[in-house]
Structures are given as structure tokens and as C-alpha cells.
């Protein structure tokens, strides 16, 4: 199983809404990711969990609010959301080499999130 | 981070061998040259790293000049499902594990 699945597909919120992203994997890894998308733009990474402990924070606003429960779930917790973080949220996960560090990275489909 | 350059676009024609190329003229010793790519409405999709020599997968070839300062991604003979955005990426050999994308290159094929 090579999937990075994520739910919903799509969202619609309002600015004063709290609503949360999933992602899973079942492939043993032990490293995931958080990017963001913006329409016809590259992703742009957000966080990074590693061993399920949070890694990196890419001085991401705090109405964004990442959890990883185990080795197998990330999620992201939204509160407060502005029109301008309109994008497709994409999850990603990697296998960690000991000696190499975390290894090519799986990309989810991503969730298409409209704040209104 | 070091930055790579790619053209902002490239046409094909089907069953033709592409070559996507890539500058990184500010590579460091320690940087992974990574491709990936994404098609319409998916998520990115690994293709192909390599370090210093040229590699070979099921998916493409890459080709890494002797000083490193650029790179070519290669598909051997183009398909219709290969139209997306191919994107050059440096990844320092460290253990977070990010990945800086730039713009891309986006390839279309032509039947």
C-alpha cells in the first residue's frame, strides 16, 4: 500500500468555522508533511512531523494547528480561517533512513479548502 | 536554501524523448537533486534523485553535468498522461527532510 489518503476531498468554511484536515498512511513512515497550494502556484511546505513530534513550523499563523496522533495520522485543526487561505491542502509522508535522513516523499491528493 | 531555475514551459510531441532541464548553479556539496512531478488535479509524485552520477528508474533518466551546476530530466518516449508540472528541487542531505519547490516546468504533450 504506496496511498496517502486524505479527507474531505473538498471543504467549504466559514471565517468563524472550526473544522480539521485528515491524512493517513499506512506505510510505516515515520516522517509527514503539511503543504499548501495556491492556484497555479508551487506547494509551499508548512510543517514537518518527525517521529510524531513536531519538527518544523514554518512560521505557519497559529489558526492553523497541526496534531500527529500516531505514526499513521496527521491532522490539521483550522479555526478562524481568512478568504486568502483558500487552497488545496496537500499531506505528504516519507520513510526515515537512519543514515540518510527522510527519504522521497508520497503526496496525498489533497483537500480543496474555500473559506468564505 | 539554493535555488534552481526551469523554463516555464515546454511542448512534446507523443512517443518523442523529452529533456526538462535544470540550473542550480549555487549547489552545495551536500544537495540531492530531486524531481517531481504533479498532474492535473494530483498530488506531487516523486520521479527520479540523484547526488553526482546519472540514474536511471521505470519512470525517466537523470542526467547531472560533471560541475553540478544543472541537471536534465528524461523521458523517454512522452505519453499523454506525462502533461504536468516537473519541478527541479534541491534537498540538502539533513534530516528535516524539506523541500523547497520553485516554479516549475510545465509539459505538454502534444498527440
Known amino acids: 500500500d504506496t496511498e496517502v489518503t486524505q479527507t474531505p476531498k473538498h471543504l467549504v468554511m466559514g471565517m468563524t468555522n472550526k473544522k480539521s484536515l485528515k491524512c493517513e498512511q499506512h506505510m510505516g513512515h515515520r516522517a509527514m508533511y503539511w503543504y499548501k497550494q495556491k492556484a497555479k502556484k508551487p506547494p509551499e511546505l508548512m510543517f514537518v512531523y518527525s517521529y510524531e513530534k513536531l519538527s518544523i513550523n514554518e512560521s505557519v499563523p497559529s489558526r492553523f494547528s497541526p496534531e500527529c496522533p500516531n505514526s499513521s495520522l496527521l491532522n490539521l485543526h483550522l479555526h478562524a480561517l481568512q478568504p486568502e487561505d483558500s487552497a488545496l491542502y496537500l499531506c505528504a509522508s516519507s520513510l526515515r533512513d537512519p543514515l540518510r535522513g527522510p527519504r522521497e516523499q508520497y503526496f496525498g491528493p489533497g483537500t480543496r479548502l474555500t473559506v468564505t | 536554501d539554493a535555488k534552481t531555475t526551469q523554463p516555464n514551459s515546454m511542448e512534446s510531441n507523443e512517443e518523442e524523448p523529452v529533456h526538462l532541464p535544470c540550473n542550480h548553479s549555487?549547489?552545495?556539496?551536500?544537495?540531492?537533486i530531486h524531481w517531481y512531478r504533479q498532474l492535473p488535479s494530483q498530488g506531487p509524485e516523486y520521479v527520479i534523485h540523484?547526488?553526482?552520477r546519472n540514474v536511471n528508474n521505470r519512470m525517466a533518466s537523470l542526467a547531472i553535468a560533471e560541475d553540478r551546476k544543472s541537471s536534465t530530466l528524461i523521458l523517454h518516449r512522452a505519453t499523454l498522461r506525462d502533461a504536468a508540472v516537473y519541478y527541479c528541487i534541491l534537498k540538502r542531505s539533513s534530516n528535516t527532510g524539506k523541500l523547497i519547490f520553485g516554479q516549475g516546468t510545465t509539459l505538454q504533450v502534444k498527440p
Open positions: 549555487t549547489i552545495s556539496g551536500t544537495d540531492y
Open positions: 540523484g547526488l553526482t
